[in-house]
């Protein structure tokens, strides 16, 4: 989810889990979205991305699933391992903006 | 980092100086984007290109200004530091534009403290 002030939300899942981490967006003419990732000291990695034209789509041990109705974002990691740790932000597409928009991210940590 | 590579990756500097990051790519991808990143808040747009000489605002781009005389380098200078400019700073490319829905990719960041 969205984070409130200068803590990020975190999740905690236990290696060999599933993750789920979610996101709000903001705009309901958004037509494109983005899923990154983003270690400690590195810039954001593209992981993977999804039209509004679409509900799902599925990479390498990842699923995004869109729901426009609610105007949801999910980002599904199968079988986490340790080097899924890191923060991930889905980003969002409004028709007309300068840019992609941001949200601020979720802390994923993997337990032994 | 998708062929991108940022300079300084550390930088400290007194308020009031002016200072130049630059953002090298290797893609020739057409647009480039300088972020800021802060605690708090999500990635930030400061200025974008989409060619060579043209450039627009983004959100926050009081007291930067930004240049691109080649397609491989994009830099951001900051007039005249303010302590409020201490932030990672992110380079990213894209080869079409966002109307046309193409996925920016990011380069490893500058980290800038204004003291």
């Known amino acids: 989810g969205e984070s409130v002030g200068l803590h990020l939300p975190t999740l905690s899942v236990q290696e060999g889990d599933n993750s789920i981490i979610n996101c709000a967006y903001s705009n309901s003419a958004s037509d494109y979205f983005i899923w990154y990732k983003q270690e400690s000291g590195k810039g954001p990695q593209f992981i993977i991305d999804?039209?509004?034209?679409?509900d799902k789509r599925q990479g390498q041990r990842v699923t995004v699933l869109l729901n426009k109705t609610v105007k949801h974002l999910s980002l599904q990691i199968a079988a986490t391992q340790p080097g899924d740790s890191a923060v991930y932000f889905c980003?969002?597409?409004?028709?007309?903006?300068?840019?992609?928009?941001f949200g601020k991210g979720t802390h994923l940590i993997i337990q032994p | 980092d998708a062929g991108i590579t940022q300079s300084p990756r550390h930088k400290v500097t007194e308020t009031g100086t002016p200072v130049t990051l630059r953002c090298h790519q290797t893609?020739?991808?057409?647009?480039m984007y300088w972020y800021r990143q802060d605690p708090g808040h999500g990635l930030r747009l400061i200025h974008y290109s989409y060619g060579v000489k043209d450039t627009d605002k983004g959100e926050v781009s009081d007291g930067y200004s930004v240049s691109r005389s080649k397609t491989e380098d994009f830099l951001l200078t900051l007039e005249s530091a303010t302590s409020s400019q201490t932030s990672v700073y992110f380079c990213a490319i894209s080869e079409a534009s966002i109307a046309n829905t193409d996925t920016q990719y990011f380069g490893p960041g500058t980290r800038l403290t204004v003291l």
């Open positions: 893609e020739n991808h057409r647009y």
């Open positions: 999804i039209r509004s034209n679409m």
């Open positions: 980003a969002e597409n409004i028709p007309g903006a300068d840019g992609l928009t």
